[in-house]
């Protein structure tokens, strides 16, 4: 993630990470469990609590490059109701939705009561400053859990819609998925292929200054 990683980002971010990620995973967990799961209810992952649901590499990983992960939601899916792969879809889908909601909650006081990021030159992150971290890395989230990589969501988002020979190939990449998310991060990068960049941070940036009516550029150096 570009701009300055001051003390005063490196909070804020943290404070959104120990928001977002909690709710993310609370909504996977609840959509699981709603759907007749019980196995996040068992695991204590139904908690507002952010030390059940954080991943500690995974939240080094935000905080420096601005992607990461949380301890991912042990799900059942033959024990939801309906056809399991789209059960697994909906739980799925959960996660990202609940991040885009958060987003477009945050912006809302962005284009009501405030004008352009202040970063200050305190340690402490302004409210405007906050705000504005919340609303990029909850799309941020939203836009890098819908890659459709696995272990991401997007890969089980994408197996509950195609048709079940081509979702089972889609499901028999988790054995490899963490490598193929690692070589899409650190690799392709470095032969001029930025696909995260194209695809997370490119509409993350449009959505941002569309919801906030504000440029990133104030975000980052302002």
């Given at each position: ?23 993310h ?23 507002l ?8 590499l ?8 601005g992607?990461?992960w ?49 970063r ?26 819908l ?19 081509m ?12 490598l ?43």
């Open positions: 993630m570009i701009g300055q990683l001051d003390i005063a980002t490196l909070i804020a971010r943290a404070v959104v990470l120990l928001i977002a990620f909690t709710i995973e609370v909504a996977h967990a609840v959509a699981a469990d709603y759907l007749g799961d019980r196995t996040p209810r068992s695991q204590g992952r139904i908690s609590n952010p030390l059940v649901h954080l991943d500690p995974g939240t080094i990983m935000l905080l420096v490059t992607f990461g949380a301890k991912p939601v042990m799900v059942n899916p033959y024990q939801m109701r309906g056809n399991p792969r789209t059960s697994m879809g909906i739980v799925a889908a959960a996660g990202p939705i609940s991040n885009i909601v958060m987003a477009v909650a945050a912006a809302v006081p962005m284009q009501l009561f405030m004008g352009p990021v202040v200050g030159d305190g340690i402490i992150p302004t409210p405007s400053f906050l705000l504005g971290q919340f609303v990029f890395i909850n799309l941020i989230l939203a836009f890098f859990n890659f459709p990589v696995p272990p991401l969501d997007g890969s089980r988002i994408l197996a509950a819609i195609l048709p079940p020979n979702a089972y190939r889609v499901i028999e990449l988790e054995r490899y998925g963490f193929l998310l690692l070589g899409i991060i650190f690799l392709l990068p470095m032969i001029g292929l930025d696909v995260l960049g194209l695809v997370v941070f490119q509409p993350s940036a449009y959505l941002y200054e569309l919801l906030t009516g504000q440029s990133l550029f104030w975000l980052f150096f302002g």
